[in-house]
């Protein structure tokens, strides 16, 4: 992992345990001083996992949160915003492509999933 503060300085992070991997498709949000990471791909259109990963910027380690509730299917282009202490989780698509408008949320305090919404209809493809 690289943070670059501008385009002539940047530096490598040391970074210790298993992350993510390297995958595409995937969101990070970040809350106090720590990343978090979900969904996304390795190979096309197959979704990896539905693990959120944890980067803490002060020990430089990928904790995996020990999620509870209603954990989100694996999901690829998944979109991802933090408000506070929650994590919010739109839709996009899961292993059969299909089209997947559910809201959830994660409280990084509890490390709970809550599934908010599931719409028939969603926004338009973009």
Known sequence: ????YDEVHH???DQK???PGARSSHAITIIGEKFYAFGGEFRPCVP???????FDLNDQTWPIADATGKIPHPRVG???????ETIY?????????KELNELYSFNTVTNKWTL???????????
């Open 1 to 4: 992992m690289w943070v670059i």
């Open 116 to 126: 908010l919404l599931v719409a028939r209809l969603g926004p338009s493809l973009r």
């Open 89 to 97: 989780v739109f839709g996009r698509r899961d292993a059969t492509h």
């Open 11 to 13: 530096m490598q992070l």
């Open 48 to 54: 990896v996992d539905n693990t959120i990963y944890v």
């Open 78 to 84: 998944v979109t991802m915003a933090s408000v506070a």
């Open 17 to 19: 345990g298993t992350g």
